[in-house]
């Protein structure tokens, strides 16, 4: 139970920080018509909100990632649902909560499209499909959110690719780099690299097996210059790869061979953070099967299992993408199965700490099987932010030896204070009906607390530090 409590109050740091934001996501099943929901996660009132409900027409099944067209319209896909249930590009707006179809995959135009997009140079937005096209082996389009106008640039044949799982990478003004799980001269998937001003397609490499086959992750530019990505299968031990590729030398390098205790088949994307150290996760592998989170070291080769994801509450099959609260160094990531309601959860890990949450249960009706990556967005000065600044509540004397008055100012119903230590860990919590409390912590060692005030349905007043000196 420790865990769930620690879950709510991850935002310990970002309290710190004076940061707050939202995480928005996908699942690929569940909401009411069981087609998937579009959701917004807030970590520090630990409350998920259903944005929308697909219903097959405007999609089914979406997975992968958003991404931000503008300051408050999110961009992505689902893998079917639309006209011809082959998949839908669509659009939501987050002032409106109104989500439209920009185009529905049809066959020729692409079909399914498993990949997430990525906002290049150019100010377009480019993408793929795992099906479609003139040799239904997949195709690469752009968006363009000004006019409102999609097309389809290139189309696979199998043998210069099939089935373009990932997104795709920018790098320099004109080249889009990825890789394709199948296709190619072994069959099982290839790197590539698409000249958006020439239209022409170049195949870098060939996976054989050996060197890992059935990608299902993007290409990441490392800060020392190489490509690094990471196999489903192939390998050693045949439980996937993570390797290196030099776009000068169009040579690659396993790195690492998975191997089952170090976690097996990879299913979603690589990140590097400022420290150079790159994580990720696996479906499966560990000491319970269910999955890791794992760190690589570029420099010396090392891979370090931090996290089994069994542990999470029984949260199995982690897929997708880590994303980082970069002022707070906490990741955040998703697993499709397992949690309270076996529906899948999502959970953080704390990297200065080594600490891992699970924060949230999805529980069918809010979604199901989740999918891809969560996309955060930092808040404007509005909510959270606002009730801290018109001072609903007051505290003094802060720091204290342990005595402290909370003063409440325009609230006109009982509130509910909790006192929260560093782990996230409830060490006091008491009802008040008047304006003025007096709080005793003088049991508590010297040390920095936070203090939640909430009223009767739970939800947030205002929140922030105490110091016990």
């Given at each position: 139970?420790?865990?769930?409590?620690?879950?709510?109050?991850?935002?310990?740091?970002?309290?710190?920080?004076?940061?707050?934001?939202?995480?928005?996501?996908?699942?690929?099943?569940?909401?009411?018509?069981?087609?998937?929901?579009?959701?917004?996660?807030?970590p520090v009132t630990c409350k998920d909100s259903v944005l929308f409900s697909f219903n097959g027409t405007d999609?089914?099944?979406?997975?992968?990632?958003?991404?931000?067209?503008?300051?408050?319209?999110?961009?992505?896909?689902?893998?079917?649902?639309?006209?011809?249930?082959?998949?839908?590009?669509?659009?939501?707006?987050?002032?409106?909560?109104?989500?439209?179809?920009?185009?529905?995959?049809?066959?020729?135009?692409?079909?399914?499209?498993?990949?997430?997009?990525?906002?290049?140079?150019?100010?377009?937005?480019?993408?793929?499909?795992?099906?479609?096209?003139?040799?239904?082996?997949?195709?690469?389009?752009?968006?363009?959110?000004?006019?409102?106008?999609?097309?389809?640039?290139?189309?696979?044949n199998d043998t210069d690719g099939f089935v373009l799982y990932g997104s795709l990478l920018q790098i320099g003004?004109?080249?889009?780099?990825?890789?394709?799980?199948?296709?190619?001269?072994?069959?099982?998937?290839?790197?590539?690299?698409?000249?958006?001003?020439?239209?022409?397609?170049?195949?870098?490499?060939?996976?054989?097996?050996?060197n890992g086959k059935y990608s299902q992750s993007s290409l990441i530019l490392g800060q020392d210059g190489l490509?690094?990505?990471?196999?489903?299968?192939?390998?050693?031990?045949?439980?996937?790869?993570?390797?290196?590729?030099?776009?000068?030398?169009?040579?690659?390098?396993?790195?690492?061979?998975?191997?089952?205790?170090?976690?097996?088949?990879?299913?979603?994307?690589?990140?590097?953070?400022?420290?150079?150290?790159?994580?990720?996760?696996?479906?499966?592998?560990?000491?319970?099967?269910?999955?890791?989170?794992?760190?690589?070291?570029?420099?010396?080769?090392?891979?370090?299992?931090?996290?089994?994801?069994?542990?999470?509450?029984?949260?199995?099959?982690?897929?997708?993408?880590?994303?980082?609260?970069?002022?707070?160094?906490?990741?955040?990531?998703?697993?499709?199965?397992?949690?309270?309601?076996?529906?899948?959860?999502?959970?953080?890990?704390?990297?200065?700490?080594?600490?891992?949450?699970?924060?949230?249960?999805?529980?069918?009706?809010?979604?199901?099987?989740?999918?891809?990556?969560?996309?955060?967005?930092?808040?404007?000065?509005?909510?959270?932010?606002?009730?801290?600044?018109?001072?609903?509540?007051?505290?003094?004397?802060?720091?204290?030896?342990?005595?402290?008055?909370?003063?409440?100012?325009?609230?006109?119903?009982?509130?509910?204070?909790?006192?929260?230590?560093?782990?996230?860990?409830?060490?006091?919590?008491?009802?008040?009906?008047?304006?003025?409390?007096?709080?005793?912590?003088?049991?508590?060692?010297?040390?920095?607390?936070?203090?939640?005030?909430?009223?009767?349905?739970?939800?947030?007043?205002?929140?922030?530090?105490?110091?016990?000196?």
């Amino acid at each position: 139970m420790r865990q769930i409590l620690l879950v709510c109050f991850v935002f310990w740091s970002l309290l710190v920080n004076g940061q707050s934001y939202h995480l928005y996501g996908e699942t690929t099943i569940g909401g009411i018509n069981n087609d998937g929901v579009l959701f917004n996660f807030n970590p520090v009132t630990c409350k998920d909100s259903v944005l929308f409900s697909f219903n097959g027409t405007d999609g089914n099944t979406a997975s992968r990632s958003l991404v931000l067209e503008s300051d408050s319209i999110l961009l992505g896909s689902s893998e079917y649902g639309g006209v011809k249930n082959q998949g839908v590009l669509f659009r939501y707006n987050l002032l409106t909560g109104k989500e439209d179809s920009v185009t529905s995959f049809m066959g020729l135009n692409g079909a399914n499209p498993f990949g997430g997009l990525v906002k290049a140079s150019n100010g377009l937005f480019y993408g793929g499909t795992g099906r479609g096209g003139v040799y239904n082996a997949g195709e690469i389009f752009s968006y363009n959110s000004l006019l409102n106008q999609y097309n389809v640039l290139y189309s696979f044949n199998d043998t210069d690719g099939f089935v373009l799982y990932g997104s795709l990478l920018q790098i320099g003004d004109s080249l889009l780099y990825g890789i394709t799980t199948e296709g190619g001269a072994f069959n099982v998937g290839i790197i590539f690299n698409y000249n958006i001003l020439t239209n022409k397609e170049n195949v870098l490499l060939d996976f054989n097996n050996t060197n890992g086959k059935y990608s299902q992750s993007s290409l990441i530019l490392g800060q020392d210059g190489l490509l690094y990505g990471m196999t489903e299968e192939g390998g050693t031990k045949n439980d996937g790869t993570l390797f290196s590729f030099d776009t000068k030398t169009l040579t690659e390098k396993v790195l690492v061979d998975f191997d089952s205790l170090n976690g097996s088949f990879p299913f979603g994307d690589l990140m590097q953070t400022s420290d150079g150290l790159m994580y990720g996760l696996t479906s499966s592998g560990g000491f319970n099967n269910d999955g890791v989170l794992f760190s690589f070291n570029p420099v010396t080769s090392k891979d370090t299992v931090l996290l089994q994801i069994g542990t999470l509450n029984g949260a199995w099959y982690p897929s997708g993408n880590l994303i980082e609260d970069t002022l707070n160094q906490i990741l955040y990531g998703m697993a499709q199965r397992g949690g309270v309601f076996n529906h899948g959860v999502i959970f953080s890990y704390n990297l200065k700490t080594g600490k891992d949450s699970l924060l949230f249960n999805f529980n069918g009706a809010n979604g199901s099987t989740p999918d891809g990556s969560l996309l955060l967005i930092y808040d404007k000065p509005t909510g959270i932010q606002e009730l801290v600044k018109s001072k609903q509540i007051t505290v003094f004397p802060n720091p204290s030896k342990g005595l402290f008055t909370f003063q409440l100012h325009g609230v006109n119903e009982s509130t509910k204070i909790q006192i929260y230590n560093i782990l996230g860990e409830i060490v006091y919590e008491q009802e008040f009906i008047d304006e003025k409390a007096a709080v005793d912590l003088r049991s508590l060692s010297k040390d920095l607390y936070l203090y939640r005030a909430s009223n009767k349905s739970g939800d947030l007043n205002a929140y922030g530090k105490i110091i016990i000196q």
